[in-house]
């Protein structure tokens, strides 16, 4: 291919590489400022007050981007560790739901 048909072609799709690029990186600083936040609002709450509803929004939110990444990598490891936070989400929903 000349240098001008792959220009053509590039600017004829309409997905923008750095736009995914970007897109993804923001959502790693979104559940990393997620993480922080629960994890300050954890020690605000004191000792004995509980924090199933601070777990279960942190695992939900980091099974989905791992069931996204699973789905766009393939790599079963994202699968496996979407599985457990999945598990561990309905975990602490359960135990919120009860009380705990």
Do not use: Q
């Not at 053509?8 to 979104?30: G, L, P, Q």
């Not at 936070?85 to 975990?91: E, R």
Request: aromatic share 12%.
């Amino acid at each position: 291919m000349k240098k001008n048909e792959i220009l053509e072609k590039a600017r004829a799709e309409k997905t923008d590489e750095m736009e995914k690029i970007v897109r993804d990186r923001s959502a790693v600083w979104m559940a990393l400022a997620m993480v922080i936040a629960s994890g300050f609002f954890v020690c605000m709450r004191g000792k004995d007050a509980p924090i199933m509803d601070l777990a279960a929004t942190v695992c939900f939110s980091t099974a989905v981007c791992c069931f996204y990444r699973f789905v766009r990598l393939k790599s079963v490891y994202y699968l496996i560790m979407g599985i457990v936070l999945a598990a561990m989400t309905v975990f602490a929903t359960v135990r919120f739901f009860h009380g705990h």
